[in-house]
Each structure stands twice: as structure tokens, then as C-alpha cells.
């Protein structure tokens, strides 16, 4: 990644309905969580109707949503995310355990992380998703 494509934030979408969630993710990825990436500016999303407002209006980067929220799960809001935008941004899923990452799968979402959510493991998969982009 160039020096200039570092110096422009990366927008993240991050979906929960619970603000600890939000927070713990937003914690775990810190305002860059890697050297060789931008800067990330995060979106704060509690509700399933706003995320996809959010994505249908573009502008963002990536989205991290919480497979675990109700009423309407991160796990279903990607698959109709992937579905429906032509070109859609990465999206990392939380899922409520490593077992569920077939879920992730069907999904489409590039990645997944199981709660707790572990900072090291979250940065990993963020920056691969952000990588590979």
C-alpha cells in the first residue's frame, strides 16, 4: 500500500445491537491497528435498517457485524448485503463461536471472528480483509 493510501481513513461500519460490542470492537482495532494500514473511522450502527441505509449510500470501507445482535443478526444482514450491492465492501462477521463459522461461509462475509472478541485475532482478520481489497 502506497504512503498516499495510508493517509486517507478508512470508514468502518461496525453493527451491533449492543454498544459493549460496538465499543469492544472498536477497542480492539484502535484508531489504526496495523503500521502498513490507514487510519480507521468508525460508524457506529444499532440497528439493521441503518446499516444497510449506511451501505446502500457508499463510503464504506468495511463493515463488521455482529452475528450475535437481535433482532436482526450480522450473519443474515451480509448474505443480503453480498445479495443485493453490486459492489459490495469486505465484511468481517463476529459469530457467537469458532463452530459457527460455516455460518460465516454462507454468509459471504470474508472473514469471522467468534466471541469474546480477541483483539489480536480481529486485527488479523481485519487487515487480511483490508489487504486483499
Given at each position: 500500500?502506497?504512503?498516499?493510501?495510508?493517509?486517507t481513513?478508512?470508514?468502518?461500519?461496525?453493527?451491533?445491537?449492543?454498544?459493549?460490542?460496538?465499543?469492544?470492537?472498536?477497542?480492539?482495532?484502535?484508531p489504526?491497528?496495523?503500521?502498513?494500514?490507514?487510519?480507521?473511522?468508525?460508524l457506529?450502527?444499532?440497528?439493521?435498517?441503518?446499516?444497510?441505509?449506511?451501505?446502500?449510500?457508499?463510503?464504506?470501507?468495511?463493515?463488521?457485524?455482529?452475528?450475535?445482535?437481535?433482532?436482526?443478526?450480522?450473519?443474515?444482514?451480509?448474505?443480503?448485503?453480498?445479495?443485493?450491492?453490486?459492489?459490495c465492501?469486505?465484511?468481517v462477521?463476529?459469530?457467537?463461536?469458532p463452530?459457527?463459522?460455516?455460518?460465516?461461509?454462507?454468509?459471504r462475509?470474508?472473514a469471522?471472528?467468534?466471541?469474546?472478541?480477541d483483539?489480536?485475532?480481529?486485527?488479523?482478520?481485519?487487515?487480511?480483509?483490508?489487504?486483499?481489497?
Open positions: 500500500m502506497a504512503e498516499s493510501d495510508r493517509s481513513p478508512l470508514r468502518v461500519l461496525v453493527y451491533s445491537n449492543d454498544a459493549d460490542t460496538r465499543q469492544q470492537v472498536i477497542l480492539a482495532l484502535g489504526r491497528p496495523r503500521p502498513d494500514l490507514p487510519e480507521l473511522d468508525y457506529e450502527v444499532a440497528t439493521a435498517p441503518v446499516v444497510i441505509e449506511q451501505m446502500d449510500a457508499g463510503g464504506i470501507d468495511l463493515a463488521i457485524l455482529d452475528g450475535e445482535s437481535v433482532p436482526a443478526g450480522g450473519l443474515g444482514i451480509a448474505k443480503q448485503l453480498k445479495d443485493e450491492i453490486e459492489q465492501p469486505p465484511v462477521v463476529l459469530t457467537g463461536r463452530d459457527d463459522a460455516w455460518l460465516a461461509n454462507w454468509s462475509a470474508e469471522s471472528v467468534s466471541h469474546p472478541i483483539p489480536m485475532q480481529l486485527t488479523r482478520a481485519v487487515a487480511g480483509v483490508l489487504h486483499a481489497r
